[in-house]
């Protein structure tokens, strides 16, 4: 069975600052992927950012990038220079073979101006 | 396209009624799921549908709990006898194929209230 473990329950960040939310993971699936979700308050879930499990490279998308520990498990999202619009709650997710995600239980992260 | 859409956002209704949720995935994505979310916790999977075919259940899913997609596009969620404890937001979301590692669209979710 697959597990998702996010340990820290709430983070802050003063604007223009760097943060990073961490997330370990198990599996016993050799192809897999690893995913963050965005949940803003009251708003829909929206797809941050993905790793394919087979894929040595960090993947990045502009602010935002993973550091993958495939042999360790971990995930951890770093968000770079930070915004009022990053605050949201974030969900770190492992999609297997039939891509339904197993979520952990969320980092809630506050943006202070 | 306008995402996917759930109908309706709020129910709230009385423990022992039966209650159906809507969900229209974004046009072409032949996959669509269906997540329960309760209050700080992540989102925890229930089912899912590759066309009209439902493919996967959870053990959560009890005999109240049926789910549809009939024609492949649009799912009905339904909870037959509620009870308190399925209060929670009901999410949907769909992904286009191949289905391996794509991204899952999210729709708004359904908040359910059992009294």
């Known amino acids: 069975a697959q597990t998702v473990t996010q340990s820290q329950p709430e983070m802050s960040v003063q604007e223009a600052e760097t943060v990073t939310l961490s997330c370990t993971y198990d599996?016993?699936?050799?192809?897999?992927?690893l995913f963050w979700y965005k949940q803003p308050p009251s708003r829909q879930m929206i797809l941050v950012i993905r790793?394919?499990?087979?894929?040595?490279q960090n993947a990045t998308e502009n602010r935002f990038s993973v550091n993958f520990q495939k042999a360790a498990k971990s995930f951890s999202l770093k968000i770079s220079d930070s915004q009022l619009g990053d605050a949201a709650m974030y969900f770190c997710?492992?999609?297997?073979?039939?891509?339904?995600?197993?979520f952990g239980t969320g980092t809630l992260l506050a943006v202070q101006p | 396209d306008t995402g996917v859409s759930q109908n309706p956002r709020h129910k709230i209704t009385k423990r022992g009624q039966n209650v159906t949720f809507r969900c229209d995935p974004i046009?072409?994505?032949?996959?669509l799921y269906w997540y329960r979310q309760t209050l700080g916790q992540g989102p925890e999977f229930l089912t899912y549908?590759?066309?009209?075919?439902?493919?996967?259940k959870s053990r959560l899913l009890s005999d109240r709990f049926s789910a549809e997609r009939p024609k492949g596009s649009f799912s009905t969620l339904e909870i037959q006898r509620t009870e308190q404890g399925d209060s929670a937001m009901y999410l949907c979301?769909?992904?286009?194929?191949?289905?391996?590692?794509?991204?899952?669209?999210f729709g708004p979710g359904t908040r359910l209230t059992v009294l």
């Open positions: 599996t016993s699936e050799s192809d897999y992927y």
């Open positions: 979301a769909s992904s286009s194929p191949p289905q391996r590692g794509q991204e899952q669209f």
């Open positions: 046009s072409e994505h032949n996959r």
């Open positions: 790793q394919e499990a087979y894929k040595q």
């Open positions: 997710a492992h999609g297997g073979a039939t891509n339904k995600l197993i």
């Open positions: 549908f590759q066309n009209e075919a439902q493919l996967e």
